[in-house]
């Protein structure tokens, strides 16, 4: 039976999931800042993961991006899934900070990846899309030999301002917002939540406890058990 927290999923008409990577841990992607994350192992991860680094040595970016990033066999797990299920139904959206394309493996609607998406790359010299299979085979345009980079935003690098325009219009028409796998504090991702409907029930579902600074309610357990108790 579903418990109230569940229920409120199951009845909101206008949910808006506000995720990061600890909804794709359960998929076999290692997340950033926890205890056996990204950059535990890698103290200069942010580094690696700069603009900075791409223009200073752009073949050991490309090495890091491949040996680091890429889990082209990783599928969706219940947490996509059942979000999935709910924009399909037209009642959510999911703004997510994830880069791994598992949400729209799992066809979900009114998407904003807000860090765009590994797999979607093009040629920094002609600005072609090249497959992202072709990438991991080689960082150079077999046309014109331009340096190929995948479409995300890295450390300094800005956010695309149409997909913090969508996130926007989401949230401020949103009568549940749902924070679900992330320690909400990178920015601006998590200043986004200052865009809310007012009105908006804010709802948070993670192992760690959050301390934010705003009413919310928080769900302390496994998003994989919750969701597999969410009915849509």
Not at 60 to 81: M, R, S, T
Not at 202 to 225: H, S, T, Y
Request: with cysteine.
């Amino acid at each position: 039976m579903a418990n109230p927290a569940q229920q409120r999923l199951q009845t909101a008409q206008n949910i808006v999931f506000m995720t990061g990577a600890g909804v794709s841990t359960p998929s076999g992607i290692p997340d950033y800042r926890s205890k056996n994350g990204l950059y535990t192992g890698h103290h200069n991860a942010e580094y690696y993961l700069s603009h900075a680094f791409l223009q200073a040595d752009p073949t050991g970016f490309y090495d890091y991006l491949k040996q680091n990033l890429y889990y082209p066999e990783a599928q969706p797990n219940v947490i996509h899934e059942k979000m999935a299920a709910l924009t399909q139904q037209g009642r959510a959206s999911v703004i997510t900070q994830n880069i791994d394309n598992l949400y729209r493996v799992a066809d979900t609607k009114n998407l904003v990846e807000f860090h765009g998406n590994l797999y979607e790359v093009y040629c920094t010299e002609c600005g072609a899309t090249v497959d992202w299979q072709t990438y991991l085979q080689s960082p150079y345009h077999a046309k014109d030999h331009g340096y190929l980079r995948p479409n995300v935003v890295l450390y300094d690098e800005g956010i695309a301002t149409a997909n913090v325009e969508r996130a926007i219009q989401y949230l401020q028409r949103a009568d549940l917002v749902v924070i679900c796998g992330t320690s909400f504090r990178v920015y601006p991702f998590a200043g986004l939540i200052d865009y809310r409907n007012p009105q908006a029930t804010v709802m948070a579902i993670n192992e760690e406890r959050l301390n934010l600074p705003f009413d919310f309610e928080m769900v302390q357990q496994n998003a994989v058990n919750f969701f597999e108790g969410v009915t849509v």
